[in-house]
């Protein structure tokens, strides 16, 4: 791995910039680390006086001094600390939230093909777990950092004050220190990236389960799934446990190494020239300023780690943070368009995948009629559908709109003149009426909203229920039925009067009573639009103006009802196909 500094370098600087527009609260929060250590060190600084002059000399005026001075230093350091704590808090909160948010919005921007190559649980730990360990991390690690490592240098001036014979042993230990924590710090790296990507398959394989709560229940596949999520949990426990183990090993021996270093100072102070110019005090405080220095040391060991740790999960959130947006390069602001869709010669491949899904396709659907798109599942209709709002770009060829093609629409106009009704309804946790207006900036009248509701057969349930309109539905409206769901999916299509609909199998989830029904608010739909429809049941489709046959990406077939039957083809064997199958049905 070539972890070049200068990458190191530049997230730190990218995570610095976060700060910035905080950096009085930070340096708030270093004075009052910078007091807390001083006040620590200043409290040891005294130990000499206090054995020398209070207890040897028997100074009573000292000892009487002694508590009131105990009591004000253990305020200082108090205060300091809550500035310390409060501050850097304040400032490690702020950025997680900036980072949050930005994440959040980016998320919405990229182009859907990002989307379909990475699983939602991992980038929803990358919402809510990489970010809280980067403010975790960071913040621990400057604390440390600035606080332990002022009270380690306070100490050693200490120490060096009272004898420099003695302290200068640590000029020979440090060197080894050095090597223990850089190696710390290469194999901490390792681990929390490690942990990190374990913790995304986590959530990854928890949304899963949730989402297919019900098909797991009716498949008996808690077993499986069982397993599935031991594997990953056990992988994160795993990479922990060793994370701990280095930690422990690696601030032991820097303990041990101490160790020796206060064993060194002891045995100095037996030679008779040694102890003739020490007293109790000045013995007493350097040993225990050494003791002193093994809590701070074992908190500076990992310092470093921590810092990598928390720049890990900073480059996997700029990671995402540096996905190209959406292209949205296109300047034409489309509005009021009649409707006319232009396939020409287009060939498209999914992003990342080498198979060719469509074939040179070509079709006009003249505004203001219907076209029918039908055909095997997977034949590429669907894969139209989405080419229309830009979802993705054409490989070659070209849509155009009114003979403007798309790619130099902005995106917003594009999509506006559009309005999508798909086999998959959206519903977001809030009102039915809320649900039917999303998407709306300015206020819709109650008179509209009901309007669209009748329409759209709405109305017909939603007056039984106990708010109406204003209903909680859910998340995702999971106290509806499929038909309602449907329907308040046709409403909101309805209540966007865009000039071109789009119906991807809009009613194959539903039974034929249902279905014929929403026929009746489709139909509403279709009025004086553009619209491209794609059936299963070939009976919603018979008064299409124009019926395109799809197969394995081609088009093998185009015309009206009657002349599609009557070439005796594709469509003709479909059609004898599902009618006889619906005669033995009924
Ligand atoms: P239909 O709607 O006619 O059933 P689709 O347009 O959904 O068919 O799919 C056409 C082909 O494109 C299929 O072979 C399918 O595997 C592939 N496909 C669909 N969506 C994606 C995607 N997001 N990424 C890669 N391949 C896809
Ligand atoms: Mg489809």
Redesign the pocket.
């Given at each position: 791995m070539t972890a070049s500094p200068t990458i190191k370098q530049r997230s730190f600087r990218r995570l610095l910039s976060y700060v910035k527009p905080y950096r009085w609260g930070f340096i708030a929060a270093a004075i009052g680390m910078l007091g807390y250590a001083l006040v620590d060190v200043y409290f040891v600084s005294q130990l000499k006086d206090f054995i020398d002059v209070g207890i040897n000399q028997k100074n009573t005026d000292y000892l009487r001094f002694a508590p009131i001075f105990i009591v004000i230093i253990f305020i200082l350091r108090g205060v300091f600390n809550f500035i310390a704590s409060y501050c850097l808090n304040w400032v490690g909160t702020h950025v997680v939230q900036e980072m949050r948010q930005q994440l959040f919005q980016h998320l919405m921007r990229l182009p859907v093909s990002f989307h379909?190559q990475h699983s939602t649980g991992d980038l929803i730990s990358k919402i809510t777990y990489n970010t809280e360990q980067i403010k975790q991390t960071t913040s621990r690690a400057l604390a440390v950092l600035i606080r332990e490592g002022a009270f380690v240098l306070g100490l050693l001036v200490v120490m060096f004050w009272n004898s420099w014979q003695l302290s200068s042993i640590f000029i020979l230990i440090a060197p080894i220190i050095a090597v223990i924590v850089s190696f710390v710090s290469k194999r901490f790296k390792l681990l929390s990236q490690n942990i990190q990507n374990a913790m995304g398959e986590v959530t990854t394989c928890s949304e899963q389960m949730l989402n297919g709560h019900k098909v797991i229940l009716s498949f008996g596949g808690q077993e499986i799934e069982s397993k599935r999520f031991f594997k990953v949990n056990n992988i994160t426990r795993r990479q922990d446990v060793k994370m701990e183990a280095t930690r422990s090993i690696s601030v032991s021996s820097i303990q041990i190494i101490a160790s020796f270093a206060l064993a060194f100072v002891i045995y100095m102070a037996s030679f008779p020239e040694m102890l003739d110019s020490l007293t109790a005090g000045k013995f007493t405080t350097i040993v225990g300023s050494m003791m002193m220095l093994l809590r701070p040391l074992k908190q500076l060991t990992t310092v470093n780690s921590e810092f990598q740790r928390g720049l890990t999960a900073a480059d996997s959130v700029y990671l995402i943070l540096d996905q190209p947006a959406e292209q949205d390069t296109g300047s034409h602001v489309l509005a009021d368009i009649k409707g006319e869709i232009c396939f020409k010669h287009v060939n498209f491949s999914?992003p990342g995948?080498e198979q060719q899904?469509l074939h040179d396709i070509s079709f006009t659907a003249p505004a203001g009629k219907t076209v029918a798109l039908v055909?095997r599942?997977?034949?590429?209709?669907?894969?139209i559908s989405s080419l229309l709002p830009r979802f993705y770009d054409v490989l070659d060829g070209d849509i155009t709109l009114d003979g403007i093609p798309i790619k130099s629409c902005t995106l917003a106009s594009l999509r506006q003149q559009m309005a999508v009704v798909s086999q998959h309804v959206t519903l977001f946790n809030d009102t039915i009426a809320n649900n039917i207006t999303y998407g709306f900036t300015e206020p819709v009248s109650l008179q509209r909203l009901q309007d669209v509701a009748e329409k759209a057969h709405v109305m017909e349930f939603a007056a039984n229920l106990k708010d109406g309109l204003d209903t909680m539905i859910g998340e995702n409206g999971v106290s509806l039925s499929g038909g309602q769901r449907q329907r308040i999916a046709i409403a909101r299509a309805l209540l966007r009067e865009a000039p071109i609909l789009v119906l991807d199998e809009a009613t194959s989830a539903l039974d034929t009573e249902s279905e014929r029904k929403i026929q009746a608010a489709l139909n509403e739909l279709l009025k004086d639009r553009t619209s491209i429809v794609?059936a299963h049941r070939l009976s919603t489709i018979e008064n299409a103006d124009i019926i395109i046959v799809?197969d394995q990406g081609r088009i093998i077939e185009q015309g009206d009802h009657h002349s599609l039957l009557q070439q005796d083809g594709a469509y003709a064997q479909l059609y004898k196909l599902q009618f006889g199958s619906e005669q033995t049905a009924v």
């Amino acid at each position: 791995m070539t972890a070049s500094p200068t990458i190191k370098q530049r997230s730190f600087r990218r995570l610095l910039s976060y700060v910035k527009p905080y950096r009085w609260g930070f340096i708030a929060a270093a004075i009052g680390m910078l007091g807390y250590a001083l006040v620590d060190v200043y409290f040891v600084s005294q130990l000499k006086d206090f054995i020398d002059v209070g207890i040897n000399q028997k100074n009573t005026d000292y000892l009487r001094f002694a508590p009131i001075f105990i009591v004000i230093i253990f305020i200082l350091r108090g205060v300091f600390n809550f500035i310390a704590s409060y501050c850097l808090n304040w400032v490690g909160t702020h950025v997680v939230q900036e980072m949050r948010q930005q994440l959040f919005q980016h998320l919405m921007r990229l182009p859907v093909s990002f989307h379909d190559q990475h699983s939602t649980g991992d980038l929803i730990s990358k919402i809510t777990y990489n970010t809280e360990q980067i403010k975790q991390t960071t913040s621990r690690a400057l604390a440390v950092l600035i606080r332990e490592g002022a009270f380690v240098l306070g100490l050693l001036v200490v120490m060096f004050w009272n004898s420099w014979q003695l302290s200068s042993i640590f000029i020979l230990i440090a060197p080894i220190i050095a090597v223990i924590v850089s190696f710390v710090s290469k194999r901490f790296k390792l681990l929390s990236q490690n942990i990190q990507n374990a913790m995304g398959e986590v959530t990854t394989c928890s949304e899963q389960m949730l989402n297919g709560h019900k098909v797991i229940l009716s498949f008996g596949g808690q077993e499986i799934e069982s397993k599935r999520f031991f594997k990953v949990n056990n992988i994160t426990r795993r990479q922990d446990v060793k994370m701990e183990a280095t930690r422990s090993i690696s601030v032991s021996s820097i303990q041990i190494i101490a160790s020796f270093a206060l064993a060194f100072v002891i045995y100095m102070a037996s030679f008779p020239e040694m102890l003739d110019s020490l007293t109790a005090g000045k013995f007493t405080t350097i040993v225990g300023s050494m003791m002193m220095l093994l809590r701070p040391l074992k908190q500076l060991t990992t310092v470093n780690s921590e810092f990598q740790r928390g720049l890990t999960a900073a480059d996997s959130v700029y990671l995402i943070l540096d996905q190209p947006a959406e292209q949205d390069t296109g300047s034409h602001v489309l509005a009021d368009i009649k409707g006319e869709i232009c396939f020409k010669h287009v060939n498209f491949s999914y992003p990342g995948h080498e198979q060719q899904v469509l074939h040179d396709i070509s079709f006009t659907a003249p505004a203001g009629k219907t076209v029918a798109l039908v055909g095997r599942s997977g034949s590429g209709k669907t894969t139209i559908s989405s080419l229309l709002p830009r979802f993705y770009d054409v490989l070659d060829g070209d849509i155009t709109l009114d003979g403007i093609p798309i790619k130099s629409c902005t995106l917003a106009s594009l999509r506006q003149q559009m309005a999508v009704v798909s086999q998959h309804v959206t519903l977001f946790n809030d009102t039915i009426a809320n649900n039917i207006t999303y998407g709306f900036t300015e206020p819709v009248s109650l008179q509209r909203l009901q309007d669209v509701a009748e329409k759209a057969h709405v109305m017909e349930f939603a007056a039984n229920l106990k708010d109406g309109l204003d209903t909680m539905i859910g998340e995702n409206g999971v106290s509806l039925s499929g038909g309602q769901r449907q329907r308040i999916a046709i409403a909101r299509a309805l209540l966007r009067e865009a000039p071109i609909l789009v119906l991807d199998e809009a009613t194959s989830a539903l039974d034929t009573e249902s279905e014929r029904k929403i026929q009746a608010a489709l139909n509403e739909l279709l009025k004086d639009r553009t619209s491209i429809v794609i059936a299963h049941r070939l009976s919603t489709i018979e008064n299409a103006d124009i019926i395109i046959v799809m197969d394995q990406g081609r088009i093998i077939e185009q015309g009206d009802h009657h002349s599609l039957l009557q070439q005796d083809g594709a469509y003709a064997q479909l059609y004898k196909l599902q009618f006889g199958s619906e005669q033995t049905a009924v």
